[in-house]
T-cell receptor, first 115, second 115 residues
Framework: AQKITQTQPGMFVQEKEAVTLDCTYD???????LFWYKQPSSGEMIFLIY??????QNATEGRYSLNFQKARKSANLVISASQLGDSAMYFC????????????FGKGTSLLVTP | DSGVTQTPKHLITATGQRVTLRCSPR?????VYWYQQSLDQGLQFLIQ???????AKGNILERFSAQQFPDLHSELNLSSLELGDSALYFC??????????????FGPGTRLTVL
């Protein structure tokens, strides 16, 4: 079964607007971490933000924030004030503490920021 | 720049051949992870090493093997290559092996093309 689901294959947003990229996850492990990575066309994977399952507050890193709704098992990425350089693939990933050491990735969302 | 280096950047080879991909983790990181990114399978975890020992295995084929050396660099060996092995291979590193955030820093990847 898919552990990470990203339902939006592609998204458009206008420069300076905010955009939300959806991510839902499936786990029975009470201890887990959720990650978002950005992959520009050049190919590298860039870590953006992390949310632990026990964190009380939603994570924020600059223009990135994570809308963590534990009961709904969702961890949506919010990018505020979009910039042209935000155009990239965005991957949501999960790490379950008790069943592995690696990241399970979703299929990704392609974001295009338009002028 | 994540601090993780991978060589070569590109590799073109023929079916049936064997190749070796090399990864040097960030200074101080003891864990190395290998991931494969292909169009049909997405990003998949292959294998993890921690301080020279194999720690976890994912969807790694028997034709593939890896090791981590005393200086902590790692090599991924792919043999009897098939067309379907064409993919972007990432190495990632982290400080520890599972606890806490343990953010994984990704290298730039090696793009393997099997003809």
């Amino acid at each position: 079964a898919q552990k990470i689901t990203q339902t939006q294959p592609g998204m458009f947003v206008q420069e300076k607007e905010a955009v939300t990229l959806d991510c839902t996850y499936d786990t029975s492990d009470p201890s887990y971490g959720l990650f978002w990575y950005k992959q520009p066309s050049s190919g590298e994977m860039i870590f953006l933000i992390y949310q632990g399952s026990y964190d009380q507050q939603n994570a924020t890193e600059g223009r990135y924030s994570l809308n963590f709704q534990k009961a709904r098992k969702s961890a949506n990425l919010v990018i505020s004030a979009s910039q042209l350089g935000d155009s990239a693939m965005y991957f949501c990933a999960m790490r379950e503490w008790n069943s592995g050491y690696a990241l399970n990735f979703g299929k990704g969302t392609s974001l295009l920021v338009t002028p | 720049d994540s601090g993780v280096t991978q060589t070569p950047k590109h590799l073109i080879t023929a079916t049936g051949q064997r190749v070796t991909l090399r990864c040097s983790p960030r200074s101080g990181d003891l864990s190395v992870y290998w991931y494969q990114q292909s169009l049909d399978q997405g990003l998949q975890f292959l294998i993890q090493y921690y301080n020279g020992e194999e720690r976890a295995k994912g969807n790694i084929l028997e034709r593939f093997s890896a090791q981590q050396f005393p200086d902590l660099h790692s090599e991924l060996n792919l043999s009897s290559l098939e067309l379907g092995d064409s993919a972007l291979y990432f190495c990632a590193s982290s400080e520890g092996d599972r606890g806490g955030l343990n953010e994984q820093f990704f290298g730039p990847g090696t793009r393997l093309t099997v003809l």
